[in-house]
């Protein structure tokens, strides 16, 4: 086309005001740049290659699923580079990318469709956690993906893998406790007395025993038995009893003290039974 009929009209139609309507998918002066040479057409419509976008794929774009980076990265249209997000790689930045080496640890699927950023579903019986990396061991991961281990009956822990508190052995499903633990898990200490220590004194661990620590006043391996000052108890001039918490003397007539180890003010005596000089009712209170 042209005056001197010098212009190609390759892939349209030459119009009478001379001028080329270019085929579908054709472009140019000339329709001779097939989708502009970054596709090919395909029943009359551009298909681009990859990091070109458009209708006629002139626009400059990147690597992606529908969109640039398939929505999962910064597309560098400079040099048509896909920067991804994290948790997702690849060109296109369209592969899910899950913690573990590899993803989930080859325990587990990486699931990219279902969740942004991706993360790892269904580990192998026996593993959960964010990359399949936590062992539960004697238990079932219940419910599927929460991370929790339901434990089988004898076993505790993060992991299911502490049978009866690491304090006993699992029969039948019962945890048979060591010495000096009780519990459903052993996880109590079993110190002597009824209930432990009397309820008076604290059960602790020491040497491989659980023993009792007594409150002030009790002692003996249960804490049953009144400690009062005095040697022997009370001087064995009072009898020792419970006062409150703890222990305490009471005296035998014309005695005093905490141990009943002195007379009483006004009292004399090597018993304690006669009235100071001056004095007199040693059966009352010497007045």
Known sequence: MGASCD?????GTVTPEDTC???????????DLECSNHGSCQNDQCSCDEAW?????????????????????????????????????????????????????????????????PRCVNCTQGWMGSECQVPCTHGVQQPMDSG???CFPCYSGTSCDMECTDHGTCQNGTCQCQSGYEGDMCQDL????????????????????????CNPGFGGLTC?????????????????????DTTACVC???????????????????????????????DTDCS
């Open 53 to 117: 976008r458009g209708e006629d794929c002139s626009i400059r774009g990147c690597p992606g699923e529908l969109e640039d980076c398939s929505g999962h990265g910064y597309c560098n249209r400079l040099d048509q580079v896909c920067y991804c997000q994290p948790n997702w790689k690849g060109p296109d930045c369209n592969t899910p990318d899950c913690p573990g080496t590899p993803d989930c640890r080859d325990r587990g699927y990486c699931d990219g469709t279902n969740y942004d950023p």
């Open 252 to 282: 035998e007539h014309g005695y005093d003290g905490e141990a009943c180890d002195r007379c009483l003010p006004r009292f004399a005596g090597d018993f304690c039974d006669e009235c100071e000089e001056g004095y007199i009712g040693s």
């Open 190 to 213: 079993d110190c002597p007395g009824e209930p432990d220590c009397t309820d008076r004194g604290t059960c602790v661990r020491r040497g491989g025993q659980s023993i009792c620590l």
């Open 21 to 31: 309507v270019c085929d579908p998918c054709y472009y140019g002066p000339g329709c």
């Open 7 to 11: 212009r190609p009209c390759v892939n």
């Open 224 to 244: 049953s038995d009144l400690v009062c000052p005095g040697e022997p108890a009370c001087s064995s001039r009072g009898i020792c009893t419970i006062v409150g």
């Open 148 to 150: 929790f281990c339901d």
